[in-house]
């Protein structure tokens, strides 16, 4: 257990639905990460958080995803009007410390499969 | 061509043996971290390096650096089947350390035969 808890681990939907994934983060930890991996590919960046700021997105993001981190605690990764191609495992990760000090810790995940 | 590459992209062993797992960076490393997956799960931390030369283990399994190549190489010794996963390593780069973001490889997906 890293200390990441994510929310659903697993959610299926039909195509069009939205969808909202929840990470709660080590509670003193104040940069929140989102990555994507697909089957048989290795995560990829989504967004990061520093504090309530988000400070990063990758073109991966399109405008049918957004990402909260309100109060600087918890983050939530919403998907809109959902495609097949959106199915993946979305991850959580939350590191220590400053940049290239330490681990960085993943959640379990939240598998999406979208029918 | 990928970013960071990792070879093999699958490795099956007899129990015992020992393997090495390879990953090499297109861009300058400013650090390399090794994570450990089981299918479906979430990604284990193994070891973090970050200076050229230098060589961590925990356990049976050893990780090194070679800056100068931008290689990391995974090495396990008398493999188990507890061994067993998806090995991936995770790149800080240039325009990443800052912001601490790791680019992965696309994984080694590594079975051990009893």
């Known amino acids: 257990d890293t200390g990441v808890s994510q929310d659903p681990r697993h959610k299926i939907t039909k195509r069009g639905q939205n969808v909202t994934f929840r990470c709660d983060p080590i509670?003193?930890?104040?940069?929140l990460y989102w990555y994507r991996q697909t089957l048989g590919q290795g995560p990829e960046f989504l967004t990061y958080?520093?504090?309530?700021?988000?400070?990063?997105k990758s073109r991966l993001l399109s405008d049918r995803f957004s990402a909260e981190r309100p109060k600087g605690s918890f983050s939530t990764l919403e998907i809109q009007r959902t495609e097949q191609g959106d199915s993946a495992m979305y991850l959580c990760?939350?590191?220590?410390?400053?940049?290239?000090?330490?681990?960085?810790?993943f959640g379990e995940g939240s598998r999406l499969t979208v029918l | 061509s990928q970013e960071l590459e990792q070879s093999p992209q699958s490795l099956i062993v007899q129990e015992g043996k020992n393997l090495t797992i390879n990953c090499t960076s297109s861009?300058?490393?400013?650090?390399l971290y090794w994570y450990k997956q089981k299918y479906g799960e979430g990604l284990i931390f193994l070891m973090m390096l970050q200076k050229g030369g230098e060589e961590k283990s925990h356990e049976k399994i050893t990780a090194k650096l070679d800056e100068k190549k931008q290689q990391s190489s995974l090495h396990i010794t008398a493999s188990q089947p507890s061994h067993a996963g998806i090995y991936l390593c995770?790149?800080?780069?240039?325009?990443?350390?800052?912001?601490?973001?790791?680019?992965f490889g696309q994984g080694t997906t590594l079975q051990v035969k009893p």
């Open positions: 958080f520093q504090n309530e700021a988000q400070l990063e």
């Open positions: 861009k300058t490393l400013y650090g």
């Open positions: 995770g790149a800080l780069t240039h325009g990443s350390s800052n912001t601490g973001k790791l680019i």
């Open positions: 509670s003193e930890h104040n940069r």
């Open positions: 990760a939350s590191p220590p410390g400053l940049p290239n000090h330490g681990e960085l810790f």
